[in-house]
């Protein structure tokens, strides 16, 4: 086995690319959102490629955005991710599976319940991807007229999560013994009401399902405001973040560790990815051709549009030639607007040049040939920037096909990535032990 330190892989799937033009690319899949035959080919093509997860995105309400840029955006249609992970559990048999779902429109013990019945399916390779929600029109298809005020997100997420973890633990692990000649199915002892009662919820318990193979599917947290990160560092296995340099990644996880021991956790036991739009290409001016190619596809409207969601304020007012001005908070995405600011006042942007790297993809972004994609990953991991990367393909599946035909044999020959799965849960990829039963052990 190898002493290096290993890389660990996860793949941002939306449940395509995040690129808001991959779909526009030359010989991509453009149905590929809701093709199932298509999704099930990539998550084998990752499986091959020993990636960690699949994680898929996912979005309560169509972006708000201007019609004539929403009629662009291959974002109006995906499955929904309980429904596809398990069907992609199937055709693989090691690869994780992570979905996203909100802790602000959704119940605990659905969402419990959900999960849970995905670790029992996918034979132990279930995650979670907890979000708090940042579009203010998802909360129109809920029965609300506005969307609930940040701190209040996070407040009930952190509630939520302990729901979550205390109905995964109704049962120890032995609890079903289905003894057929005395017909006991299982043991009363070793079943737990929750019976919790807190500022946002109520809720009895048990759950109706036996504890997880994992004994709890891992918690994946995206936050990068300072409630999002407290929340990641008090219940999350797992930080996808968006660290523009090799300094932020160290800074965001001296913090993270931080936070973790302050609460009482090992900081060892968290996986840390930032995204990385990877582009291959067999030298690196053909990779930032290609880039410049797929940007080339962004419409105008879509990347104004992508702004204006990005800094929770309509971008259309502002001079498009000028420096972007001083923009007040909003009730959306903290991060999103923090980031959006930072790319401003670092590269100097006007109003249009930010809106046209953001309405491609505005984030951290690997060009170049296997080997110097590897060379910039590996300084990354060991620099103690991070644990992985998050990777993002621009287009599909040409992007992916030369990330795993020729990324992954050159960091498997450096002994960066694992030649194969050597566990079989998610946990076991991600190097992380399977909790206890916080009411049995």
């Given at each position: 086995m190898s002493t290096s330190p290993q890389l660990h892989l996860n793949a941002f799937m939306r449940p395509v690319s995040i690129h808001t033009a991959w779909w526009r690319y030359p010989g991509s899949s453009a149905d590929a959102n809701f093709n199932l035959q298509h999704l099930v080919s990539f998550a084998q093509t990752l499986e091959r490629g020993?990636?960690?997860?699949?994680?898929?995105?996912?979005?309560?309400?169509?972006?708000?955005?201007?019609?004539?840029?929403?009629?662009?955006?291959?974002?109006?249609t995906s499955f929904d991710p309980i429904t596809l992970l398990p069907a992609l559990s199937m055709v693989t048999r090691h690869i994780g599976l992570i979905g996203t779902a909100s802790t602000t429109f959704e119940t605990p013990y659905l969402i419990a319940r959900r999960f849970a019945s995905l670790d029992h399916i996918s034979g132990g390779r279930?995650?979670?991807?907890?979000?708090?929600?940042?579009?203010?029109?998802?909360?129109?298809?809920?029965?609300?007229?506005?969307?609930?005020?940040h701190a209040d997100r996070y407040r009930r997420g952190r509630e939520f999560v302990d729901v979550v973890n205390g109905l995964?633990?109704?049962?120890?692990?032995?609890?079903?013994?289905?003894?057929?000649?005395?017909?006991?199915?299982?043991?009363?002892?070793?079943?737990?009401?929750?019976?919790?009662?807190?500022?946002?919820?109520?809720?009895?318990?048990?759950?109706?399902?036996?504890?997880?193979?994992?004994?709890?599917?891992?918690?994946?947290?995206?936050?990068?405001?300072?409630?999002?990160?407290?929340?990641?560092?008090?219940?999350?296995?797992?930080?996808?973040?968006?660290?523009?340099?090799?300094?932020?990644?160290?800074?965001?996880?001296?913090?993270i560790h931080a936070r973790m021991s302050a609460y009482g956790r090992d900081?060892?036991?968290?996986?840390?990815?930032?995204?990385?739009?990877?582009?291959?290409?067999?030298?690196?001016?053909e990779a930032h051709e290609r880039r410049a190619r797929l940007d080339s596809l962004v419409n105008t409207e879509s990347a104004m549009a992508a702004l204006s969601i990005a800094l929770g304020h309509d971008a259309s007012t502002f001079d498009p030639d000028q420096p972007l001005p001083d923009i007040p908070e909003s009730?959306?995405?903290?991060?999103?607007?923090?980031?959006?600011?930072?790319?401003?006042?670092?590269?100097s942007l006007t109003v249009?040049?930010?809106?046209?790297?953001?309405?491609?993809?505005?984030?951290?972004?690997?060009l170049g040939t296997p080997e110097t994609i590897a060379d910039e990953m590996e300084d990354w991991l060991t620099s103690g920037a991070c644990d992985g990367f998050t990777v993002m393909f621009p287009y599909l599946p040409a992007g992916l096909d030369?990330?795993?035909?020729?990324?992954?044999?050159?960091?498997?020959?450096?002994?960066?990535?694992?030649?194969?799965?050597?566990?079989?849960?998610?946990?076991?990829?991600?190097?992380?032990?399977?909790?206890?039963?916080?009411?049995?052990?």
């Open positions: 020993c990636f960690d997860a699949f994680f898929m995105a996912d979005h309560l309400a169509v972006l708000n955005m201007p019609i004539d840029a929403l009629k662009r955006s291959a974002t109006v279930a995650g979670w991807n907890l979000v708090t929600t940042s579009n203010p029109d998802a909360a129109l298809n809920f029965g609300m007229t506005e969307q609930m005020p995964w633990d109704s049962f120890a692990d032995d609890a079903f013994v289905q003894d057929q000649e005395s017909g006991i199915f299982f043991d009363p002892e070793k079943m737990h009401v929750l019976n919790h009662d807190g500022e946002f919820f109520s809720v009895r318990g048990p759950l109706n399902i036996a504890r997880s193979p994992q004994g709890r599917p891992v918690v994946v947290q995206a936050g990068a405001s300072d409630p999002g990160r407290q929340l990641a560092a008090e219940t999350a296995d797992m930080i996808f973040t968006a660290a523009q340099t090799r300094d932020d990644g160290r800074a965001f996880r001296d913090d900081p060892s036991q968290m996986r840390i990815l930032p995204a990385a739009l990877v582009v291959v290409g067999d030298t690196v001016d009730n959306q995405s903290k991060s999103g607007r923090e980031r959006a600011i930072s790319l401003a006042r670092r590269d249009r040049q930010l809106a046209q790297r953001l309405g491609g993809y505005g984030g951290f972004s690997i030369d990330f795993v035909g020729k990324v992954v044999p050159e960091l498997q020959r450096r002994g960066l990535l694992r030649r194969r799965y050597e566990g079989t849960s998610l946990r076991d990829h991600l190097g992380l032990p399977r909790p206890g039963n916080q009411f049995f052990d």
